[in-house]
């Protein structure tokens, strides 16, 4: 039978131009889910993607990067100052993301940057504030170069205080600070006076109290297991990015017996607090809940901190933004970033918001997916798409293309929905290029002004240069090729 | 083209044993799940069912009994000793499930009963107890008829302390004692010391702590909304009969403050009660995953109490067991019991019990599915299914099949993973008999000698023939058929 004698068989791929045409013209079609590979006009990502398939050492340098990765553990086992906890001298304000200059800086990064001087006492206003940094006085490093880990602006200052997670497993040590709550707060740029009377309270009444309960904990029945909870919240319906209301709640459980017992028996910061006090706290986790955000990221930061330096791995270790760049950090190039321009997240908005208003990705709660739960594990919070956009079979969807992406799945944190599938946890940067597919980020958005807030939530993904960057780095440090065997 | 000249194309039905034959022969079969109809040997179900369906009352009846039950609110607004919230007497003593005589009593109830004897000061000891139920000393009767509802053996006596619901809708009231736990507890038939000790706790200690919490919220911010509740804890894993993770963390939520408040405020039985007591009354309801199981079976009983008594309403408003039989009430046949053997649940076993050690079907907690969640929201919790067996996609049949014996989906109960449809509600009993096909219940499984307390937890239906009884006094009262219009 020749080709013409029968009804054409339409296979489909790329846009969906072709496809729609066809379909308006009501011929059946077979899409295929493919993507073009990255750019490569001179063939030197093909040779450098080839260049990393050939290192020797990859395949056990994964192996050993990812192993650790999800054998890392996480306990919550102080709470403290940045100042005592960081060593964090005053003038010094870390924040999320790669590094970045105030010139550089994006509305939200700038706008928590002047609350965080008001806040230390440098600055006597936020005008004031905007003059002094944009004078140069104050030192910015990323909190990634202190085992640190903010959401979205992440500022972190030494009078803040600060969650002190501990990997038992491989050692590691890794920090985030308390999380403010939704709307007006520092982290999405917000500086007014209700932001910074909050943060006051938070050192002077919730931490000391978050103090006397995980010390009482870590020295009497054992550390907050961070780990556990995360693994529960999967069944919870919370993905440990946006949604966190399950963990939230677990970890109140935790530290609810220490908290109420504070009166009268607590000693340092926490003495004198009262049984109002304790009300007040315990309401104000109780009503945040992105809470336990503050405990996941840290807690991812371990699981990826213990993956790090591994030579010849592929495996992502860190993918953070300031506001203005995405970067990554890969296990096998060691402390180098591999930046692009944020893309800005789509999704719902809070009020009168619109697309207008808001700012370029920001934040380094994309931790979250680095480790494989946040936007990689929706399909175990459905309800999520209520708050980031797009429906339940998008959020299945995107959980079961990132195993494309990845090294292994998490048998710690099971997708319940997928038959208790382990999360898809270690992307490899070679398979992003060759797939095309990029891990998929949920996030607040964060308003493009200093001052604004929260303006939404929505769906991201990094920059797509970042990935043959990485690729190209790797094979630049990959042994040469051996030549031909030669003769015996 | 004639039947024997192509290959035969199969359909099968009904049991597999034809469809196993044929693939062992590489004969490819198309399976259709259909179930014959209930019983009927002289065919009088059918006219029955005729009789019903064509009963002109019907289609509003049922409108007006699943619009009541989809409207109903429930709110916490008490909690009390029976003998006050009941008018319970000393000597009376309610029961789960349909009436039930001491001689016809299955183990676990008999246990609760002798416990409930003990605590009550009526006899010495479980044995004494065992002597005086069985010379007829004491009066019982089923909870369902004191608008009360009590899982497993679902024992109530005059101390116990009981939540009070409200339904600001219908006005109704609806009553639960609070959940002891797990493993050796009354509600399965353990009567222990360490049963008895619990219980007197939770009535000098839990009660009066949650009274002073309900009543502070009750009169002032306002009363916990267990329906929003409900809602949640559907988008958190939870379908509400056997996980209530969720739905105890943010009741906890709810109550922590005016609890904590307690201590130097509270008069009436929490006066005189400390900052241990209260450490202890949380942690006892957070460390007990169950705790708001007693909040959503009033709730639910208020759903369907709304529902009860619309003449020609074909829809359950009770399903209940006593551990020997199970019995459904229907709204258009009023307070009557239509019951037949309880069936004994399949499922998984804790420590070394098997299928030997488990009593038949007992609770009061299938009330749950009556309103549309427990089994019939699985797919909401797919969890579930390493507590009661099953995989994951069985969870989501079940729910799906439900649809197919309910009258309407409930737009507050929303299940995520099916695209927030609202959870099957309003069980009909005529669709169950058409189609064969069983409300699902998720239980706890009680041991069946008393004082064993729990076995395991698993998978049970209602016994079939209690659906076409339900009918057929349906029918009963259903009015004459019109005879053919005469002339004019």
Redesign the interface.
Known sequence: MSLLDAEPRVVTTGVSLFAESLAAQDVDTVAVDWRPPADDPDGTLATALARVAADPRRAAADETAVGRMLAAGAQLIDVRPAREALGLEQGTFLHAGPPITWERASGPLRGALQGALVLEGLADDPDDAERRLAAGGVALDSCHHHRTVGPMAGVVSPSMWMLELADPVGGGRAWCSLNEGLGKVLRYGAYGPEVIDRLRWMGAVLGPLLQHAVRTLRDGAGPVDVKAIIAQML????EGHNRN??GT??L??EL??PM??A??HATGAAAGLG??D??RA??FV??NDHFFLNLVMPACKLMTDAARDVPGSTVVVAMARNGTDFGIQVSGTGSRWFTGPANTPEGLYLGDYGPQDANPDIGDSAITETAGIGGFAMAAA??IVRFVGG???FALATTRRMYEITRAENPAFAI?????RGAATGIDVTAVVRTGILPQINTGMAGRVAGVGQVGAGLVTPPAEVFPAAVRALAELAPPPEGPPGPV
């Open positions: 069944q919870m319906g919370d209301r399950a709640l677990m109140l459980r609810l017996a109420i017992d009166p009268g049984q109002s304790v009300a315990v309401q109780a009503g459905p309800a429906d339940v079979s319940p929905v997928l038959e208790f």
